[in-house]
């Protein structure tokens, strides 16, 4: 929360926008997605946006800088930034703002960056070419703000490349990017979804220290209203495309006028009432793996977890602990260099390209970043529809029945969206269509990375008793990867926690969720944020004090 002493009525105003409305097109036809919005952000306040996915979050931050993204248009209302009437200024003037006076950190990082180019490069690209800075002092300044972001190595790892670095690095380094130019507005479109609980304590602390050192303006865009709590001044609640509620975020959060603002921030209430069958034989064993990338140093070191018949199996820890490389090579995705991955007893092939198509279907996996895990140019019909054909030989009506269904499974109705492309959807729907081609090919291991993590609270919800559903109906087992310890204690049954490639403790998750806990853990569970605004100040000040 920003600590400017003048009172909020008092600041200049920084961004104004009046009448709001913003089209989006579906076939030939426009349709109205948001309607009629005003907002008002003063210089040094930070602006919360909360809402469910498709609330028009992020098209509304996007508006700020008179931007709309493809298949949307703002169709009405003014868009004011430091005095100038940005929807009446050319496009050429428009994009000098953007990246210098106005930025963006988007929430998919892995979609944002150029993989050709290296991170030291991506980052000094827009100060250079604007003439803010030269290329030297930018570099100077890139390692500064990655070592304030708390990234590994901050005076090489702008050396790498985006493939190079795990996704909350990456999402960490696109925050430097943004604020390469010191700019009077950033747009923050869920900054810290790819983090783990220990990294964003610190990336929040760093954007709010930034946000204060240099006045700057903020919108921050989430469903994490624990985070929200955090960080803003006042809150905006929006759904479908309006205003439900607006005003001081500690007043907001202690008594919430509408109903519906009170139903996003009540604490999940689901929880999982039944586990499977621990005394079978395991469904899938991970013995003494080790792995690398390349000729690189071990990214896993004598991993051993079991996953069983209809059981959730919850993977936590930081940023580059090796939650996801473990799914790859469970998935054959990277070859182990040793150890061994065996399903139902049998040994698997090391690479994908060595497995039957039967050891394929029975294993699938949900992405943690639907944009790019989707081909943009295909309609839902095809995306959902290529596993029904590939794995269980489905064509024409059987194949469209089925995907109808699925589509139908996740909520979203067919007739709505089977011929849509994923850039006509929000993120929280790219997410559900990534899990019904999973399901497509009905297998009996699904692994999860962080499916719910691009969801606001109430989908998420929803999502999470959807996946218990058909662990009940199916006898599916999950793996699933997460840093979001709600998730753990609504859906696990089992808790592997990982830290540097290794295996710090696991167990059924009564027993490692419960005191005595590992360091570790207790650090884990200790960063969860609360809703209470003064937390971070309070965790910060504690650590600090400890150090």
Not at 465 to 477: G, I, M, N, T, W
């Amino acid at each position: 929360m920003s600590t400017n002493h003048t009172a909020p009525e008092e600041r200049e105003i920084l961004v104004e926008m009046r009448g709001l409305r913003i089209e989006g097109q579906s076939e030939d036809q426009w349709n109205e997605i948001v309607h009629g919005v005003d907002v008002t952000l003063r210089r040094g306040e930070v602006l919360g946006l909360i809402g469910e996915s498709g609330a028009g979050k992020s098209t509304i931050g996007l508006a700020s800088m008179a931007f709309a993204r493809p298949g949307c248009r703002i169709s009405g209302g003014t868009v004011m930034f430091d005095g100038m009437d940005l929807t009446a200024m050319p496009e050429s003037e428009k994009r000098k703002l953007r990246g210098t006076r106005i930025a963006y950190v988007a929430q998919s990082a892995a979609a944002s960056f150029n993989p050709a180019h290296r991170l030291i490069d991506q980052y000094s690209e827009m100060p250079v070419q604007h003439g803010v800075l030269d290329r030297a002092t930018s570099e100077s300044d890139a390692v500064d703000l990655f070592r304030r972001l708390k990234l590994p190595d901050p005076e090489t790892i702008g050396f790498r490349y985006p493939h190079q670095v795990s996704g909350g690095q990456l999402q960490r380094a696109m925050t430097a990017m943004a604020m390469s130019c010191k700019p009077d507005l950033i747009i923050f479109d869920e900054p810290t979804t790819a983090l783990d609980v220990t990294t964003q304590i610190e990336v929040l602390a760093a954007i709010r220290d930034v946000v204060e050192q240099f006045d700057t303006a903020a919108m921050y865009i989430t469903h994490d209203l624990a985070v929200v709590a955090q960080m803003a001044d006042r809150i905006m609640v929006l759904r479908h495309g309006n205003l439900v509620e607006e005003g001081n975020a500690r007043a907001m959060l202690a008594n919430p006028r509408e109903e519906y603002t009170r139903q996003l921030l009540s604490v999940r209430s689901f929880q999982k009432a039944t586990a499977g069958d621990a005394t079978q034989a395991p469904l899938l064993k991970v013995e003494g793996v080790t792995a690398s990338y390349g000729s690189g140093p071990k990214v896993l070191d004598d991993v051993s977890i079991e996953i069983g018949h209809a059981r959730t199996v919850a993977v936590v820890g930081e940023s580059g602990s090796g939650k996801s490389t473990l799914a790859r090579v469970i998935t054959g995705l990277l070859p182990l260099s040793d150890g061994s991955v065996s399903y139902k007893g049998e040994v698997l092939p090391p690479r994908l390209k060595d497995r039957e198509r039967g050891q394929l279907r029975t294993m699938q996996m949900i992405y943690q970043m639907p944009d790019t895990a989707l081909n943009p140019k295909q309609r839902i019909r095809e995306i959902i529809g290529r596993p029904l054909s590939f794995y269980l030989d489905m064509t024409g009506s059987k194949r469209e029945e089925r995907t109808r269904e699925l589509l139908s499974l996740i909520e979203l109705e067919p007739d709505d969206y089977i011929d849509r492309l994923p850039g006509e959807l929000s993120g929280g729907q790219k997410q559900r269509i990534c899990i019904a081609r999973a399901l497509a090919a009905e297998p009996e291991l699904i692994i999860c990375d962080e499916v719910t993590s691009a969801l606001d609270q109430l989908v998420a919800e929803e999502v999470l008793k959807l996946l218990q559903r058909l662990q009940d109906d199916l006898r599916v087992s999950y793996m699933f990867i997460t840093h979001d310890l709600a998730t753990v204690r609504a859906i696990a049954d089992d808790v592997v926690v990982m830290l540097q490639g290794k295996v710090v403790e696991s167990g059924p998750k009564d027993e490692v969720m419960t005191p005595p806990h590992h360091d570790y853990t207790e650090l884990l569970l200790s960063s969860v944020p609360e809703m209470d605004p003064d937390w971070l100040t309070r965790v910060l000040e504690a650590r600090q004090a400890n150090a």
